[in-house]
Nanobody, 114 residues
Framework: QVQLVESGGGLVQPGQSLRLSCAASGFTFSSYAISWHRQVPGQARERVAAITASGSITNYADSVKGRFTISRDNGKRTVDLQMNNLKPEDTAMYFC???????WGQGIQVTVSS
């Protein structure tokens, strides 16, 4: 059974950083691309970053380019999202996703506010 568990969210002030982590189990982790998405209530879910199975290729939404970095450790079965220079508009619920079985984590809240 595919399981994705996010951690590391919280409340920070604008300009500060957070690091989210997604711990995966129940599938061959090193065979799948993983992505991070976010959602604000009443709005569509937005993909913010993705990384290929090997970790060699990443891509980012324009809104986070240069501020967010996605990385993975296939030995630890984790995908991290380093978020720097956070802005109030980054406030959202963040989810990790693997296309196997269209599987989502439960999400974790990130709030950026002074």
């Amino acid at each position: 059974q595919v399981q994705l568990v996010e951690s590391g969210g919280g409340l920070v002030q604008p300009g500060q950083s957070l690091r989210l982590s997604c711990a995966a189990s129940g599938f061959t982790f090193s065979s799948y691309a993983i992505s991070w998405h976010r959602q604000v209530p009443g709005q569509a879910r937005e993909r913010v970053a993705a990384i290929t199975a090997s970790g060699s290729i990443t891509n980012y939404a324009d809104s986070v380019k240069g501020r967010f970095t996605i990385s993975r450790d296939n030995g630890k079965r984790t995908v991290d999202l380093q978020m720097n220079n956070l802005k109030p508009e980054d406030t959202a619920m963040y989810f990790c996703y693997v296309p196997l079985g269209d599987s989502w984590g439960q999400g974790i809240q990130v709030t950026v506010s002074s």
